[in-house]
C-alpha cells in the first residue's frame, strides 16, 4: 500500500518579504526518499490521495495557518468525476474548512478536462470556505478559454515562461478581472526579479523555500520566526 506523505512549499510575497500562502503537496515514501507521485500512481488512486492527503493534515491545520494566510490545495480529476469520490472528498474538505479561519485554495490542475470542470463547477463554487486556482497557466487544459470562461481568484504560471507573449497576454487578463498571479518554479535570482519587474510579487520555488515534511515545515518556520 502507499504511504502518502502531504508535503508544503512557502509560496512569498517578495515585496513584502512574508508567506502569502502555502501549498500542500503530496510525496510518496519510498526505498529511495520522498518522491513526486506523478508517473507512480494510476489515475483513479488520485482520489484516494486526495483524501489522506486531507485527513493528514487535519491535526495541524490550525498551526499551519497561524504562519501564512491561505492555504493552496491541490484536487484531482478523479476526486471530481465519481459522484461517491466527490461527496467524500467534499466532507473532508469541509472538515479541514472548519479547522481554519482562513479560506482553502483549489488549484484546478491542466489535467481536468473541460468537460469535467464544467459539470462540476457549480457544486465548486458553492463550496464555503474556498477560493479557485487554475494551475499551470498554458499547460495542457489550462487554456485562454479556461481563464475567461470561469471567474478565478487566482492563476498560477510557469516563471520560466513569463515572458513568452501568451503568457504577458494572460497576465493583463487577470489584471482586468481581479485574478491574482502567483509564479511557480521560482529557482534563480533573475527569475525572481525579471517577475518583479512584471508586477508579480507572489512568487513560489525553490529559490525561497523546498517542500518539507509537515511537521518539519511548521519546526523550521517557527524556529525562524523565534
Known amino acids: 500500500m502507499m504511504q502518502v506523505v502531504p508535503v508544503v ?9 512574508k508567506l502569502c500562502g502555502i501549498e500542500l503537496l503530496c510525496r510518496l515514501q519510498e526505498r529511495e526518499g520522498l518522491l513526486s507521485p506523478y508517473g507512480r500512481v494510476k489515475p483513479k488512486e488520485w482520489a484516494i490521495i486526495d483524501l489522506l492527503m486531507i485527513n493528514q493534515v487535519l491535526p495541524v491545520a490550525q498551526q499551519l495557518l497561524s504562519h501564512a494566510p491561505k492555504l493552496f490545495l491541490n484536487v484531482s480529476a478523479a476526486s471530481l468525476d465519481d459522484d461517491q469520490d466527490f461527496d467524500r472528498w467534499q466532507s473532508a474538505l469541509a472538515l479541514l474548512i472548519q479547522h481554519l479561519d482562513a479560506p482553502v485554495v483549489l488549484e484546478i490542475s491542466e489535467q481536468i478536462d473541460t468537460t469535467l470542470l464544467k459539470r462540476r463547477w457549480p457544486e465548486l463554487m458553492q463550496l464555503n470556505g474556498v477560493e479557485l486556482a487554475i494551475d499551470d497557466f498554458g499547460d495542457e487544459n489550462s487554456s ?6 470561469y471567474q478565478w481568484h487566482y492563476c498560477k504560471f510557469d516563471a ?27 529557482e534563480t535570482t533573475a527569475i525572481s526579479q525579471q517577475c518583479q519587474d512584471l508586477g508579480i510579487s507572489n512568487q513560489q520555488g525553490f529559490l525561497f523555500s523546498y517542500p518539507l515534511p509537515v511537521q518539519h515545515w511548521i519546526e523550521e518556520t517557527t524556529s525562524i520566526g523565534s
Open 144 to 149: 485562454f478559454c479556461r481563464l475567461l470562461d
Open 9 to 17: 512549499q512557502s509560496i512569498l510575497c517578495v515585496e513584502q518579504q
Open 160 to 186: 520560466r515562461m513569463i515572458t513568452k507573449i501568451p503568457h504577458i497576454v494572460a497576465l493583463r487578463m487577470c489584471e482586468h478581472n481581479n485574478t491574482d498571479v502567483i509564479v511557480e518554479r521560482v
